[in-house]
């Protein structure tokens, strides 16, 4: 049996994109498989806990400062020491940049890093750029597998040398087309209903979405924006809001495990980041059979079909944004059509049981390796 440790920063991710994959995978190969899930303290890991999974608790800090860092690397490398993981599969920012510096010392373990997206984005610094180039090449050789969310980042690992061809794998984003799907809107059918489920931090680029709404609302005031998240602008936000004078149109909701419902009250799924992976907050409510508006970015741009499953509009233009959410407000048959084809395309390129067998592949290829079939390049060639 090969035992994976699966590393988070959060709970709430944790349980959201990792735990349900994992519990099904430790069902599915009992006698090969065995993933616990590492993640800091929270709500989410009594939930878990109480579905049969382990869950290793650690503090795994998302700061960058160099001691916020050194803390959370010691922080995993005490777990590693006291249970002998087969493998190590990384999620994230800090997870992965201190899993593979641990990777440098210890190699026994098979380390897997899942990029969730090349933190490069167009408020992205020229210096910060190379310096992250930088780092991901000097981290190059500490990983085993490397898996791709985008075709998108896998094209910038190719120009910038950051990993070779061997080392890469696209394994996709996956959403529970089961539990997201087709139900009826709730709510009134004269007010149009967006939603936007994004972090408040930066990169998430609300401010456009103010913007779009402070000049909608002259157009066409019958339309609501609902927003989930939770993150360190949450308060800046919120007083922007009252101070423009937008809490008519804009509501902000407590964070929830409970997507699809949320998803039910909405027309219309917004992400205006600056950049992101393969964001699942468009491929959720596109399930939904929701029609979606994004920024013209690196992973979003990968989940939309301009004009057919919604639109995507250029960034810092948030009167093109107002111009699109009328569009959809005046054109209800439109817009349900958009819906059901977003759904479709979901269907055919991003579901959960897509990603699960990509990761059984992966994850029975390691066993291969672990029992002495083969090494591990040849077994996750015969697995592909």
């Known amino acids: 049996?090969?035992?994976?440790?699966?590393?988070?920063?959060?709970?709430?991710?944790?349980?959201?994109?990792?735990?349900?994959?994992?519990?099904?995978?430790?069902?599915r190969y009992?006698?090969?498989?065995?993933?616990?899930?590492l993640c800091s303290a929270g709500k989410e890991v009594e939930l878990m806990r109480q579905q049969g999974m382990k869950v290793v608790i650690t503090d795994l800090h998302r700061s960058l400062k160099p001691w916020r860092l050194l803390q959370s690397l010691l922080n995993l490398k005490t777990v590693l020491a006291q249970t002998d993981y087969d493998v190590v599969h990384l999620h994230f920012g800090v997870p992965s940049l201190i899993g593979r510096c641990l990777a440098v010392f210890m190699r026994k373990p098979i380390w897997i890093y899942q990029s969730h997206g090349y933190s490069l984005s167009h408020n992205t610094s020229t210096l910060g750029k190379y310096t992250y180039l930088a780092i991901e090449r000097l981290l190059k050789r500490t990983v085993h597998l490397a898996l791709f969310q985008g075709h998108e980042d896998m094209q910038l690992a190719r120009r910038y040398r950051l990993l070779d061809e061997a080392q890469m794998v696209y394994l996709g984003n996956g959403i529970d087309t089961d539990y997201f799907q087709v139900q009826p809107r709730l709510g009134s059918e004269h007010t149009t209903i967006f939603g936007m489920v994004a972090r408040f931090e930066p990169i998430k680029n609300h401010q456009l979405?103010?913007?779009?709404?402070?000049?909608?609302?002259?157009?066409?005031?019958?339309?609501?924006?609902?927003?989930?998240?939770?993150?360190?602008l949450q308060t800046e936000l919120s007083a922007k809001i009252a101070a423009h004078q937008l809490q008519a149109w804009i509501e902000m909701r407590a964070y929830s495990t409970d997507m699809a419902s949320f998803y039910q009250e909405l027309d219309?799924?917004?992400?205006?980041?600056?950049?992101?992976?393969?964001?699942?907050?468009?491929?959720?409510?596109?399930?939904?059979?929701?029609?979606?508006?994004?920024?013209?970015?690196?992973?979003?741009?990968?989940?939309?079909?301009?004009?057919?499953?919604?639109?995507?509009?250029?960034?810092?233009?948030?009167q093109i944004l107002a111009a699109k959410m009328q569009w959809l407000m005046e054109h209800p048959?439109?817009?349900?059509?958009?819906?059901?084809?977003?759904?479709?395309?979901v269907l055919a390129n991003f579901t959960a049981q897509q990603v699960l067998e990509r990761l059984a592949n992966i994850y029975l290829a390691c066993h291969a390796q672990r029992q002495g079939l083969a090494t591990f390049e040849t077994s996750w060639e015969i697995s592909r």
Not at 2 to 24: D, G, H, W
């Open 1 to 27: 049996m090969v035992k994976i440790l699966e590393v988070c920063t959060a709970s709430s991710p944790a349980y959201a994109l990792v735990f349900k994959r994992a519990q099904v995978l430790n069902e």
């Open 268 to 318: 219309v799924g917004l992400l205006t980041s600056l950049g992101e992976g393969l964001p699942r907050a468009l491929l959720e409510p596109m399930a939904c059979a929701k029609p979606v508006i994004c920024t013209d970015v690196k992973g979003s741009r990968e989940a939309v079909k301009d004009q057919q499953t919604g639109f995507i509009v250029p960034l810092a233009a948030p």
């Open 209 to 232: 979405l103010l913007d779009a709404v402070k000049h909608l609302r002259l157009l066409n005031p019958n339309f609501k924006v609902l927003l989930i998240g939770q993150g360190e």
């Open 30 to 37: 009992p006698q090969q498989l065995k993933i616990d899930i």
């Open 333 to 345: 048959h439109e817009r349900i059509q958009m819906g059901l084809a977003a759904r479709e395309h």
